[in-house]
């Protein structure tokens, strides 16, 4: 886990390198890579590569980066883990290959030199890479499946800058930082910004499962190599799969044991939830030592229903685990508000408990933990599962029902929203499709709200751009069942978007990589045809794979989310319903906004 830079003035005209801008770039994501440093400039400098480094795999300095093939032909930056890298490496070994290290990024290098951009479907986990190849004359940047670690990009039409992190790309200058409006709709629209935009017009989020190849004097478009509707359309047009009953515990136990490569300790988030109690079961399962767990609490939440903490440590102390409690207070979150803040790299409305959770974690000396995040999404635990289809079928059929509806919410979103949420005022306009039903569902604020939060202009430019209900549409093109296109929609629009960038960004500010056994593209293409036919396997599955019997107050809970009590704190003291929920949440994302202004 690391953080990765570097400029390449592709153009003939383009200025050579800037060292110095790097070397900012470079530093600006300390925290992302506290264990060692590295800078390349070539001979022409025309090409620059940046790498802060946080040491997980090959601890010596033979994994440092940027790293150089025995050829001096291909150098490299990589940021994430390349969970099969030793059945890579003994693969190539035994085609003649050689060795300097026992990294997994030397064997990116060599899997490239041997099979090309076709290497990149080969690798099992999470990674975002810069290869220069100079023989080719080229640069290739690739980014995994899910889109797990980050990677932005800036081209100015002569250089391309990339980093993982977009505050060290503005921190090195040469950005067109002038405000991009979808980027701004976007967040008040969903919580989060979505890709490929973000708050600036001369940077984009480089698309997950795709590579791209820029070369002297172009830049190609990106190819995509992992895509996550054609895996679900594929599976849903084949024949249904035989399934021995131990299939789902096998696939999972797979995924775990490949996430727990490491040549540091390995921790679990354990929260009173299904999906993270199935991660520390199946982890203990494997039999290595010791399990570290690590729970964390919340004073305003301490003996009530909402309390994750007895529950967490009854799980903790039937699995046998070294548990790790951390309580934390309103004043400890008013502390730490600056440096989350300064942390958190595009504005999100979650990530607060990851933050915290992750600082117990580091504070413990544990570098590598693993979270059951994903679960919801493959193993349908959200309502959307069950309310988005039923709402796009019922209001689907209403005769003329879109047309109507926005006339009624025209004639009503003035005031129904100092009754009730502000989205009823949708109902009719939104609700007849599942693309439509689903931003009911998930949006922060309706985009009607837009213009008197961002003004006229800027929120229908940005709305003109980000087209939700047409980009909604066509990440679920093809797809016939209504519940696999909430899943495709769950997967791309909430936890590619939100959950795993939050989890990146809030873990890596106390230098912690975060892994998601859950969401590994080998296990969702061999998980996909269940999903898709006969007995789709649900939470109580998952939380029943695992050989270890658990509680069965965990067993049996139904879905609640993590609460954190932030909106709580942000609350005017009234009834709690829709509204005043709703209220909260919009106050906190008012708060997070006005940081990054």
């Known amino acids: 886990m690391c953080g990765i830079c570097g400029i390449y003035a592709y153009r003939a005209g383009a200025c050579p390198v800037d060292g110095q801008a790097l070397v900012t770039v470079r530093d600006a994501m300390r925290r992302r890579g506290p264990d060692g440093e590295g800078l390349w400039l070539s001979s022409d400098r025309r090409v620059g590569l940046g790498h802060r480094r946080l040491s997980i795999i090959e601890l010596s300095s033979a994994g440092s980066q940027p790293m150089h093939d025995i050829d001096d032909r291909l150098s490299i930056v990589f940021n994430g883990e390349i969970y099969n890298y030793q059945e890579l490496r003994d693969e190539l070994v035994g085609a003649g290959r050689r060795f300097n290290s026992h990294s997994d990024t030397e064997v990116i290098l060599e899997l490239y030199k041997r099979h090309g951009t076709a290497a990149f479907e080969r690798l099992r986990g999470m990674f975002a890479l810069a290869i220069w190849d100079a023989q080719e004359r080229c640069l290739v940047l690739a980014r995994d499946p899910f889109g797990i670690k980050p990677l932005y990009v800036a081209d100015d039409g002569q250089s391309l800058r990339f980093a993982s992190q977009v505050k060290a790309l503005l921190a090195g200058g040469g950005i067109d930082e002038r405000p991009e409006p979808a980027g701004h709709a976007g967040f008040f629209l969903w919580g989060h910004v979505p890709e490929p935009f973000t708050l600036y017009r001369g940077i984009t989020s480089f698309p997950a499962g795709h590579y791209q190849i820029i070369r002297d004097g172009r830049v190609e478009a990106p190819i995509g190599f992992a895509d996550m509707r054609q895996v679900l359309s594929e599976a849903e047009q084949a024949a249904a799969p035989a399934a021995s009953a131990d299939y789902l515990h096998d696939l999972l136990l797979e995924s775990v044991a490949h996430h727990h490569v490491a040549d540091v300790p390995v921790g679990v988030f354990l929260s009173a939830g299904r999906d993270s109690t199935t991660i520390a079961a199946l982890s203990r399962e494997l039999g290595s030592g010791s399990l570290r767990t690590f729970t964390l609490g919340f004073e305003n939440y301490r003996g009530t229903a909402r309390d994750e903490v007895p529950l967490a440590e009854l799980v903790a102390a039937q699995l046998e685990t070294r548990q790790t409690t951390e309580w934390v207070a309103e004043e400890e979150f008013a502390q730490c508000a600056d440096d989350l803040f300064s942390a958190?790299?595009?504005?999100?409305?979650?990530?607060?408990?990851?933050?915290?959770?992750?600082?117990?974690?580091?504070?413990?000396?544990?570098?590598?933990?693993?979270?059951?995040?994903?679960?919801?999404?493959?193993?349908?635990?959200?309502?959307?599962?069950?309310?988005?289809?039923?709402?796009?079928?019922?209001?689907?059929?209403?005769?003329?029902?879109?047309?109507?509806?926005?006339?009624?919410?025209?004639?009503?979103?003035?005031?129904?929203?100092?009754?009730?949420?502000?989205?009823?005022?949708?109902?009719?306009?939104?609700?007849?499709?599942?693309?439509?039903?689903?931003?009911?569902?998930?949006?922060?604020h309706m985009p009607w709200e837009l213009a008197g939060i961002l003004g006229r202009d800027m929120a229908e430019e940005g709305l003109s751009r980000l087209q939700p209900l047409a980009s909604m549409?066509?990440?679920?093109?093809?797809?016939?069942?209504?519940?696999?296109?909430?899943?495709?929609?769950?997967?791309?629009?909430?936890?590619?978007?939100?959950?795993?960038?939050?989890?990146?960004?809030?873990?890596?500010?106390?230098?912690?990589?975060?892994?998601?056994?859950?969401?590994?593209?080998?296990?969702?293409?061999?998980?996909?045809?269940?999903?898709?036919?006969?007995?789709?396997?649900?939470?109580?599955?998952?939380?029943?794979?695992?050989?270890?019997?658990?509680?069965?107050?965990?067993?049996?809970?139904?879905?609640?989310?993590?609460?954190?009590?932030?909106?709580?704190?942000?609350?005017?003291?009234s009834p709690r319903g829709i509204h005043t929920q709703m209220r909260g949440r919009r106050s906190w994302a008012r708060i997070v906004h006005g940081a990054f202004a």
């Open 344 to 444: 958190m790299d595009q504005p999100s409305i979650d990530g607060v408990n990851t933050y915290f959770v992750s600082r117990l974690m580091a504070k413990a000396g544990i570098k590598v933990a693993l979270s059951g995040l994903g679960g919801d999404e493959l193993f349908g635990g959200y309502p959307s599962f069950a309310e988005v289809p039923k709402a796009a079928s019922t209001i689907g059929r209403i005769p003329l029902g879109r047309r109507v509806g926005g006339i009624a919410r025209q004639l009503s979103s003035g005031w129904i929203g100092r009754l009730t949420s502000p989205k009823y005022a949708g109902l009719l306009e939104y609700g007849g499709s599942i693309p439509g039903a689903f931003l009911l569902r998930r949006a922060l």
């Open 473 to 573: 549409g066509k990440t679920i093109e093809g797809i016939r069942d209504p519940y696999l296109a909430v899943m495709l929609l769950e997967l791309n629009c909430y936890m590619c978007s939100r959950l795993l960038r939050d989890s990146d960004w809030a873990s890596m500010a106390h230098s912690l990589e975060l892994r998601v056994p859950l969401v590994d593209w080998h296990f969702f293409k061999k998980l996909a045809p269940h999903l898709a036919h006969g007995h789709r396997p649900r939470k109580s599955d998952l939380v029943n794979a695992p050989r270890t019997a658990l509680p069965k107050a965990v067993v049996d809970r139904a879905k609640t989310g993590f609460d954190v009590p932030v909106r709580d704190w942000l609350m005017m003291k």
